[in-house]
């Protein structure tokens, strides 16, 4: 496996040190395959997570949010063995879950829904009024000048 090294990013950077650490952890992880999911960006600050999970219902599927991590867990109960169901082949993996993401800042989970095999999630990013970027007025600029109006204009 390839390792990054981002130590040269830290001493040439302010305020980055999030970034980086989440980057440190995201090249240590295993890629999830199962089961498989899509990541869809529907505008600038709202975006679905796609989920398939067939034969999952909504009892045995978890969804938490915390601080910036969405977590998604499924399980299913075992079946009983006496229920007489021969399978001749078993294809729909039903095996217990578990996929994490994280979040960037103000990004919320807006909506869950299970539709068609599909769990799909809503975010939305809501940054706050104060976070917003604005403009500052700078005092002192034509303080002193005062505007003369044109009184034969009548």
Known sequence: ??????????????GFDRLFNRLDTVVGQE??????YNIERLDDDSW???????????EDIS???????LTVKGAKTAPAEDDGREFLHRGIAERS???RY????????????LE?????????REVPENKRPRQIPINGVNAGEKTI????VN
Do not use: C, W
């Open 102 to 113: 994280q979040l960037g800042d103000y990004v919320e989970v807006t909506n869950a829904a």
């Open 1 to 14: 496996m390839q390792t990054l090294d981002f130590s040269p990013f830290y001493r040439s950077t302010v």
């Open 31 to 36: 890629t999830k395959t199962y089961p498989p």
């Open 116 to 124: 068609n095999g599909l769990l799909n999630i809503d975010l939305k």
């Open 48 to 58: 679905r997570v796609s989920i398939a999970v067939a034969g999952f219902s909504g």
């Open 63 to 69: 969804i938490e949010a915390k601080e910036n991590n």
């Open 97 to 99: 879950f578990e996929l």
């Open 149 to 152: 109006e044109d009184k034969s």
